[in-house]
């Protein structure tokens, strides 16, 4: 099967924009947006040079994202287009060639005159606009070395990722290990609020035990992140992982030097908490998600690189959006209720929280 009709039959099971009366026009804006993506990726490297790395990565990504409303568009004002397009002219090779900024320009130039016909409702212009926008991707692949087909497939991996067509939690990162040396399956973690002088603090107990430190908000204008270890539990629940709780529960991997050192360390507990403060920050823009059923995806990519080289890279992205929004959850309820109780089950992935008598 021609690879462009196989990634158009991949997009449009992930196209959330289906039924909106600007479906078309919202694609074209995106499509213009992500080239807008690609354009901006160009100057980086061109400015930073030998200071960028992550160019090459980060252009393969935004093709993908730029091929995937290309060829929703294709598919919706032209699909009989999705047969007799060129496949076969573009690069397979991985090294870099010469990169000319004009075809970039020309990519941005093509993609504002189909934003433009589609405005106009010049449906005669659809057809041989999309041609010569795919000629340029062609082009494109050619200068850089970038094979298209490779560019969608990392697309529609990244999709999956985020929508998949069935939700499956991967297993957590301990199972096999020692008893030990494993998150608790079931914890019973208790928030209580104290005053101390005119700040308010955090206690944790688990099991009727106290542990960690107290905590406040850290912050000149009150924000309650004292309650913010929710969502170290919440990771432990939907993602299998957290740094932090695995230190203030004594449960590192400790036979296995490789995996305590690089994945329970200091360095992947300063992680976990970077994480958290990031989300936190957005969330207090959004009235930490209240009546929000989603997590924006720019957002899940951030954390994404983010987390790139540790084990919790391997865990979807949809995963760390029900993490991220069960945890908030909780969180108001902590924060609404001035503490409470959260009953923690890793093996059936539930957390319930229960008011302080």
């Not at 002219?89 to 990519?107: G, Y």
């Not at 912050?219 to 913010?228: F, G, M």
């Not at 899940?300 to 069960?326: H, T």
Request: glycine content about 6%; some cysteine; hydrophobic content about 40%.
């Amino acid at each position: 099967m021609n690879w462009l009709i196989a990634f158009s039959e991949a997009a449009a099971k992930t196209d959330r924009l289906v039924g909106n009366p600007n479906h078309v026009a919202l694609l074209a804006v995106g499509l213009m947006g992500e080239i807008g993506s690609i354009l901006a990726e160009v100057k980086k490297a061109r400015r930073e040079r030998d200071a960028y790395p992550v160019y090459r990565k980060k252009l393969l990504e935004e093709t993908g994202d730029s091929l995937w409303y290309y060829i929703r568009l294709v598919s919706i004002l032209d699909p009989k287009l999705l047969s007799t397009l060129d496949i076969g002219s573009e690069s397979t090779q991985v090294e870099r060639s010469t990169e000319s900024l004009f075809t970039f320009l020309q990519l941005g130039e093509q993609v504002g005159a189909l934003l433009a016909a589609i405005n106009n409702e010049s449906t005669g212009e659809f057809s041989s606009l999309l041609i010569k926008i795919w000629t340029v991707f062609l082009k494109m692949s050619r200068d850089t070395n970038l094979p298209l087909q490779l560019a969608a497939s990392e697309n529609i991996q990244k999709i999956e990722s985020r929508w998949p067509s069935q939700k499956n939690y991967a297993a957590l990162f301990d199972e096999g290990f020692p008893e030990e040396e494993q998150l608790p399956r079931q914890l019973d973690i208790e928030f209580r609020e104290r005053a101390r002088g005119s700040q308010r603090t955090v206690i944790l107990r688990c099991n009727g035990v106290n542990f960690g430190d107290r905590l406040t908000d850290n912050i000149e204008d009150p924000d309650w992140y004292r309650y913010h270890d929710i969502f170290h539990f919440a990771y432990i629940v939907h993602l299998g992982w957290s740094p932090v709780i695995r230190a203030l529960l004594h449960c590192k991997r400790k036979s296995h030097p490789e995996i305590d050192e690089a994945q329970d360390g200091a360095r992947a507990i300063i992680l976990d908490e970077a994480v958290s403060a990031t989300v936190f920050s957005y969330a207090k823009h959004l009235n930490f998600f209240e009546g929000i059923d989603h997590v924006d995806y720019d957002l899940l990519k951030s954390i994404r690189g983010f987390i790139d080289g540790y084990e919790v890279s391997r865990v979807p992205l949809w995963q760390w959006e029900i993490a991220i929004l069960d945890g908030y959850r909780l969180f108001r309820l902590l924060r609404n209720n001035r503490g409470g109780r959260v009953i923690l089950d890793l093996n059936k992935r539930e957390i319930r929280y229960i008011a302080s008598a």
